[in-house]
């Protein structure tokens, strides 16, 4: 599991205005979902993602959706 140095802002966005509301979005979403989201990101597979956090593969694809939901909330709000 992440702790808590690990939540960092995605280094691959050039505008920090951007940078700035997706850490804003890590920093509310709960480790689980952060997780998911940064395993996903380095090209994992659902299943695998399921395996690594010994949850189930509709759990893992939840918990992105709920990732991706986190962010752009955090989006809306800062518009």
Do not use: H, W
């Not at 702790?3 to 280094?11: A, H, Q, R, S, V």
């Not at 990732?67 to 752009?72: C, L, Q, R, V």
Request: with cysteine; aromatic share 10%.
């Amino acid at each position: 599991m992440p702790d808590d140095e690990t939540l960092e802002t995605e280094d691959c966005f050039d505008d920090p205005e951007i940078n700035k509301v997706v850490e804003s979005a890590f920093n509310k979403m709960n480790k689980d979902a952060y997780m998911t989201y940064k395993l996903r990101q380095k090209g994992l597979k659902f299943k695998d993602i399921a395996y690594l956090t010994d949850v189930g593969i509709n759990t893992a694809i939840g918990r992105m959706r709920y990732a991706k939901e986190a962010i752009i909330n955090e989006f809306k709000l800062t518009n």
